[in-house]
């Protein structure tokens, strides 16, 4: 039952009968209370009051007989009026200032060079025959105001209710009775005399007070006496009027809000299932009529208020009110439409983002973005000094904030340009370590970014150019004194053996310099060897070739001299073929093996292990050096570096340098590791691929 009544208040007909239910809400509402209104024009805080007295209605009464009594004592009688008895000198005066005007506009004889008194005097002259008549005409204005008050009169006073009005020249009456004790003997009376009012009832008396505060009702009575009284059956009649209007305003008032509640209640439910099939549902589902952009939507939705007000004077001049309804309901419907739908991509989060102006706003940025970012500074320029300007005329309405926008942009720009010229001229003074800091984006960022680049390969070359020098400087001493030693050797021994005749110390001398001037070849061919190596001009034969066996085979031709070394070989693998040239790759081998025979510390043990990836084939060879590395391992591959740095053992220094050249010769690769006393050499080999 549960899972059904979910269903139903998201079904297509549970939303299709609470837009019906709104809008049927929404019609009546207007319809009722329009009605409330046009037939309760004294207005809606009749809903409110007790009685009679407390309603406009009453002083609406009293005004309606009070104002035109006042205004009848200006002119006395009819008689005084034809008699010229309310013509005055102002009222001459103005009619005559109407004519002259009239004269200055239009007539040929008015000269504007002339002064106002000549030309009022020709105006006096010229329309003699009107200003003689001006009396005649305020006499017949004042006969048509005087009879309008009478028919005012007549119109408000009903049956039942009598008055007397005197200023002490003139009378006006609809009683014979003339004194005020005759008026108290009715139960609603107004005695006005020489300023002073009194009302009888206290209601009557005191809404009077507060309307008369209010609207001046007796502020004109001066010395005049004004009676006004309301018979039984008059005030009766007026009280049924009342109460009527009042029980008919408080029934329409009751079904307005009937309406407006159905109204609020089906908008709501609406609001609430718009867009979802459950009330679990997450997802928003749009139809076709919500792809409607909401800017347009928003648009018509003002329209089609606008068209419904523009209807409904139109029928209030006709007193069709019925007829109103058809088109309250058309258009409430299509207005209840658009409301939905903009309610739809509120919930999607899309409101924004489905509206006309974002999407040519964002095509367009997008599309200048584009081409900014794709042309050069000069594209970039010109886009930019076309698109401001577009951009100021489209927000013409608050164009201080886009000058204020522009303005801040280009000190931005001043500053970063700043910020980069200072780098330069910072950097041409010869400081290099200085960085041009820039944030986000933008040419000047790029530039600054370049600048840094050149900044730093600068550092690099002239770090690299010193550290060249140095090595040199190293280069030519660890040779000299490599080479010296040897050669020493050889030229002291020739000079013992020039003088020796002792046949055993002669060949003990031959055998020293037969061993010092093999040393002596040995350098020269390592230096031949590294030259080459460095320089790339070796020949290289690239072919498939087993590590594995390749090792195996190269150990039995080493001699680890005497230091009792225990090898430990990984024999995981059988075989790892590489693609390298087997002379190269074992020579380069040979190096690392006799770099180890010669500073391994005696009897410890040698590790060579195999790895593989995807691409490469990896061997390690790890040992004890018997001295201690003091060393880095960029120092280590230095040509004529020694781990014994005091130069006492024998090797030329160049075994691993050479090494690392043959391997790259191979595409391979000789990286070094020192920690502590353990010295790895990683040899890395590109693995062969069918």
């Given amino acids: 039952m549960d899972t059904k009544s979910k269903s139903f208040s998201h079904s297509l007909f549970a939303k299709a009968l609470a837009f019906i239910i709104a ?24 809903l409110f009051k007790d009685n009679y007295y407390e309603s406009q209605n009453f002083t609406s009464d009293i005004q309606d007989v009070v104002s035109p009594l006042q205004n009848l004592s200006s002119y006395k009688s009819e008689e005084n009026i034809k008699s010229g008895g309310t013509v005055t000198d102002g009222k001459i005066s103005s009619k ?3 004519l002259y005007s009239d004269f200055e506009m239009n007539s040929s004889s008015y000269d504007p060079n002339l002064s106002y008194e000549e030309n009022y005097a020709v105006f006096e002259k010229v329309e003699s025959e009107k200003i003689a008549k001006l009396k ?6 004042d006969l048509h105001a005087f009879k309008l008050g009478m028919e005012a009169l007549k119109e408000a006073v009903s049956e039942g209710l009598l008055y007397y009005y005197s200023d002490g020249e003139v009378i006006f009456s609809n009683t014979d009775s003339i004194e005020a004790d005759d008026f108290k003997s009715y139960p609603l009376y107004l005695i006005s005399e020489r300023g002073i009012t009194n009302v009888y009832p206290l209601e009557a008396e005191v809404a009077l007070n507060n309307f008369s505060n209010n ?50 209640a089906s908008f709501i439910y609406l609001l609430v299932v718009v867009g979802r099939n459950s009330f679990k549902d997450d997802s928003v589902h749009l139809s076709r009529f919500n792809k409607l952009y909401n800017d347009i939507n928003l648009f018509l939705c003002f329209t089609t208020v606008g068209v419904w007000f523009v209807i409904m004077q139109d029928f209030f001049r006709s007193d069709s009110l019925k007829i109103l309804m058809v088109p309250t309901a058309l258009l409430g419907s299509i207005g209840l439409l658009l409301v939905l739908s903009m309610v739809k991509h509120i919930k999607n989060r899309s409101f ?13 940025f997008g ?29 013409f309405f608050m164009f201080p904030v886009t000058i204020g926008l522009g303005a801040w942009f280009a000190y931005k720009k001043a500053k970063e340009f700043l910020a980069v010229s200072d780098g330069v001229s910072k950097i041409k003074s010869g400081d290099i370590r200085h960085t041009i800091e820039l944030s986000g984006d933008g040419e000047f960022k790029k530039l600054a970014d370049d600048i840094n680049s050149l900044k730093d390969g ?5 770090e690299s150019e010193l550290k060249s020098e140095r090595m040199k400087t190293e280069l030519i001493t660890n040779v000299s004194h490599d080479i010296r030693t040897p050669l020493t050797s050889i030229i002291t021994y020739i000079d013992l053996l020039k003088s020796e005749s002792d046949p055993s110390k002669r060949s003990e001398y031959i055998g020293v310099l037969e061993q010092k001037s093999q040393r002596l070849k040995t350098l020269t061919d390592d230096l031949f060897e590294a030259a080459k190596a460095s320089s790339g001009s070796i020949p290289v034969e690239l072919q498939k070739i087993d590590i594995v ?9 080493l001699d680890s001299g005497g230091k009792n070394l225990e090898f430990k070989v990984d024999s995981s693998f059988e075989n790892l073929f590489v693609m390298a040239d087997g002379k190269l790759l074992w020579r380069s081998i040979e190096n690392l093996l006799s770099n180890v025979f010669k500073y391994a510390l005696p009897n410890s043990r040698v590790y060579l292990d195999f790895s593989e990836s995807q691409t490469d084939v990896f061997l390690t060879i790890k040992n004890i050096s018997s001295y201690e590395l003091n060393i880095s391992s960029e120092e280590l591959m230095e040509r004529f570096k020694r781990g014994d740095e005091s130069r006492a053992s024998e090797g030329s220094g160049l075994g691993l340098s050479i090494a690392k050249s043959l391997l790259e010769a191979q595409h391979g690769s000789l990286v070094i590791e020192i920690d502590g006393d353990l010295f790895k050499a990683i040899v890395k080999v590109p693995k062969y691929s069918q």
């Fill in 136 to 141: 005649d005409e305020v006499i017949s204005d």
């Fill in 549 to 557: 066996s390749l090792l195996k085979q190269g150990f039995a031709e």
């Fill in 458 to 462: 600068l550092g690099a070359a002239i």
């Fill in 96 to 98: 005559k200032d109407v």
């Fill in 352 to 364: 924004l983002k489905h509206t006309l102006v974002y999407t040519l706003g964002s095509k367009f």
């Fill in 215 to 264: 609207f001046g009702l007796f502020s004109e009575q001066g010395s005049s006496t004004i009676y006004i009284a309301f018979k039984e059956s008059a005030l009766e009649k007026k009280t049924l009027e009342f109460e009527k209007k009042r029980d008919s305003l408080r029934e329409d008032s009751l079904k307005t809000a009937g309406f407006l509640m159905g109204l609020f």
């Fill in 367 to 395: 599309f200048f973005k584009s081409v900014y970012n794709s042309g050069s500074v000069a594209v970039k320029v010109v886009s930019v000094a076309i698109a401001y300007p577009l951009l100021v005329a489209a927000t």
């Fill in 23 to 46: 809008i049927v809400c929404f019609t009546g509402a207007i319809y009722s209370f329009i009605d409330m209104v046009s037939n309760n024009r004294v207005g809606l805080d009749l």
